[in-house]
């Protein structure tokens, strides 16, 4: 009997017979799920983009609590009230200090991951998440403002390091069959977050809203005691957005929902800008503009939201992926602290029509992706240098081989005369 005959054998009794060859795939797949990835993946999530997501948000509920503490504190130390330029300025410092601590963090991972692997270092940075917690928790009862701020910071490096990590550990412990979807968890997490922020934040609770989505929302003519309910759902739909993609990322691919994630922003985004400019037509051209901006939210979210961290850590080898995700998440935090910092200023001077610039950015991003990247679903790395190569008409560069590459050819020696069929479904049974 030779090499195929007895691969054939053993796949039979594996599956019951030829007949059966789906099946025992199909099987196969199914235990790529196993229950120890999936807790390892949701516990990790939970400790990390959870965190993140949820301090996006719930800084902007209880804005005027936070002022009032900062005026108060301020009146205890210096015997008058806090100028209104000084107040604005330490708001402002509160806020946009948790991208600095970001972007901290981003660029402590790979020191810190050199020394100590991805999931220590997910551990470890439990220690950041507690410190800032326990800061900011007792800055009130201390009348120290600067341990909010100080809290707000660290709380950023946490993110930085979470963002960076997690992604990292995600692809790292997936079957390549897999990795997308397990992938999408860090988003889906991050979305979950938001959305618990968000919740904080109804009348009921807080009485505060999102300081953006609020001046948004208020352009579009929507009533202010209304505007807490429409924000919340902004939350629900990121997570359902998040969620889809993470069933769908397998068989639609990378690619597709990437691209169609940028085209579906620019267009929802122009459409946005026409709805605000003719909001006064109609009573009914307001709720329009709603509908708008939860189709941007979920185009967003279903691809170039979480995508992203999934194309990082498959475009690199584990050694270099530290390096890749420092230099992403920089330009993560960069632009978060951009975007936050410059959008009142570009809503002000362009009004209804500062949508545009986002559009255009949109449109730039699914071109770029469009003629540049490959498909990557299913792919190991060097197949996805192989893809990049010929897509770009460039000479495929050398790589070392990765540990999928190296099982690969484990299977090839083991079974040398096997057809293409047989070892697609074979090597893995027998090896």
């Not at 800084?59 to 130390?77: D, E, H, L």
């Not at 946490?158 to 990590?165: E, F, H, K, M, V």
């Not at 997936?174 to 990795?179: L, M, N, T, V």
């Not at 929902?257 to 037509?281: E, K, N, P, R």
Request: hydrophobic letters at 45%; proline letters at 5%; a positive charge.
């Amino acid at each position: 009997m030779d090499s195929r005959e007895l691969a054939l054998a053993s796949l039979m009794c594996d599956t019951g017979g030829p007949g059966e060859l789906s099946v025992g795939h199909q099987q196969r797949r199914t235990k790529k799920w196993s229950f120890s990835l999936v807790v390892a993946a949701l516990v990790g999530a939970f400790g990390s983009s959870f965190l993140y997501g949820y301090n996006l948000s719930v800084v902007n509920a209880p804005t005027p609590y936070i002022k009032a503490f900062y005026n108060g504190t301020w009146y205890r130390r210096h015997g008058q009230p806090i100028d209104p330029d000084t107040l604005t300025l330490l708001w402002s410092v509160t806020v946009s200090i948790f991208a600095i601590g970001g972007l901290v963090g981003t660029l402590m991972v790979k020191m810190i991951g050199k020394f100590l692997g991805r999931k220590s270092t997910l551990l470890v940075n439990n220690g950041f998440a507690i410190s800032a917690a326990l800061l900011m928790a007792c800055s009130l009862r201390a009348g120290t403002f600067e341990m909010l701020i100080v809290g707000r910071f660290i709380m950023g490096v946490d993110g930085g390091i979470a963002l960076s990590a997690l992604p990292m550990y995600l692809n790292e412990i997936s079957p390549k069959e897999i990795r997308g979807s397990l992938g999408q968890v860090t988003a889906i997490f991050i979305c979950i977050g938001v959305f618990s922020g968000q919740l904080l934040g109804l009348p009921e609770l807080l009485g505060r809203i999102w300081f953006y989505t609020n001046s948004i929302f208020g352009k579009a003519g929507i009533p202010q005691d209304k505007i807490p309910y429409i924000t919340l759902s902004t939350g629900g739909i990121e997570t359902l957005a998040a969620i889809f993609s993470g069933l769908v990322i397998e068989r639609l691919g990378r690619r597709p929902l990437l691209i169609g994630g940028f085209g579906l922003m620019a267009l929802f985004f122009g459409t946005l800008t026409a709805t605000l400019t003719l909001q006064d037509q109609a009573p009914w051209v307001p709720y329009l503009s709603i509908v708008c901006i939860l189709a941007i939210i979920a185009s967003f979210c279903s691809g170039p939201g979480g995508i992203p961290f999934i194309l990082t850590g498959e475009f690199f080898q584990q050694s270099e992926r530290p390096a890749a995700f420092m230099i992403a998440g920089t330009v993560n935090w960069l632009s978060n602290f951009a975007v936050g910092l410059l959008f009142p200023f570009i809503q002000k001077s362009l009004d209804s029509y500062c949508f545009l610039v986002f559009a255009t950015i949109c449109i730039a991003g699914a071109t770029y992706f469009y003629f540049v990247l490959p498909e990557t679903k299913n792919r190991t790395h060097a197949e996805i240098s192989q893809a990049f190569a010929k897509r770009n008409k460039a000479q495929p560069p050398e790589v070392k081989a990765d540990s999928a590459m190296t099982e690969e050819k484990a299977n090839s020696q083991t079974e040398p005369d096997s057809s293409s069929t047989l070892d697609s479904y074979g090597q893995n049974k027998i090896v």
